[in-house]
């Protein structure tokens, strides 16, 4: 990035890269980082090209990352270009990008190597918490059990107020999940 131009972490983008260059640069900033919280079809489309268009180094779990590599292998008929990932991530780590400070967190359930970003009292939840919803477990390698844990984490971990930006849908609070989502009425008893 050239000197003074404040720098973005993309997470997640489900739009097209044209679409994220474009709002980037309305706000003027640079892509420092693209960070993905898993590899489900509709988070990875567009990745390659808002990597090469940025020059961003993306990040991902490193459980994930052959899908992100080889996409016609697991979504055959879905055109999406492969990209191989700079960086691999395991859950636990602290990573500082854009003058924040992000905690990755292992959430599995909605996927097997799905990543959650903490950071600055923000959670990025991708698919696994939700306005009002859970991340869908009827998928291949997802399971149930295993995604109430990793919201039960979530919420051990981080505060009430924590504000949630989920992977589809409006933000949201953990606390207010905590309170009313009615697939967490096991967490609440």
């Not at 590899?39 to 990875?44: A, K, L, N, S």
């Not at 997802?142 to 409006?170: C, F, K, M, N, Q």
Request: aromatic share 6%; net charge negative; glycine share 10%.
């Amino acid at each position: 990035a050239e000197r003074g131009t404040p720098e973005a972490v993309v997470i997640d983008h489900v739009g097209d890269a044209a679409k994220i260059r474009l709002e980037l640069a309305g706000m003027g900033a640079a892509c420092a980082r693209i960070l993905l919280t898993h590899t489900h079809y509709d988070h990875i489309g567009a990745v390659a090209d808002l990597a090469e268009g940025t020059g961003a180094k993306v990040w991902i779990s490193e459980l994930e990352a052959p899908v992100l590599e080889n996409p016609s292998a697991y979504y055959p008929g879905i055109p999406i270009r492969a990209h191989a990932a700079e960086a691999l991530l395991a859950g636990g780590e602290t990573i500082e990008l854009a003058g924040l400070s992000f905690e990755t967190v292992q959430v599995p359930g909605h996927s097997p190597g799905h990543l959650a970003f903490y950071a600055d009292e923000c959670l990025f939840s991708g698919d696994v918490l939700f306005a009002g919803s859970v991340g869908r477990t009827d998928l291949p390698m997802a399971d149930w059990e295993t995604l109430v844990e990793s919201i039960r984490t979530l919420l051990e971990r981080y505060p009430p107020e924590t504000v949630v930006y989920p992977g589809h849908g409006p933000p949201t609070t953990l606390g207010a999940e905590r309170a009313g989502n009615p697939f967490l009425a096991e967490l609440r008893a």
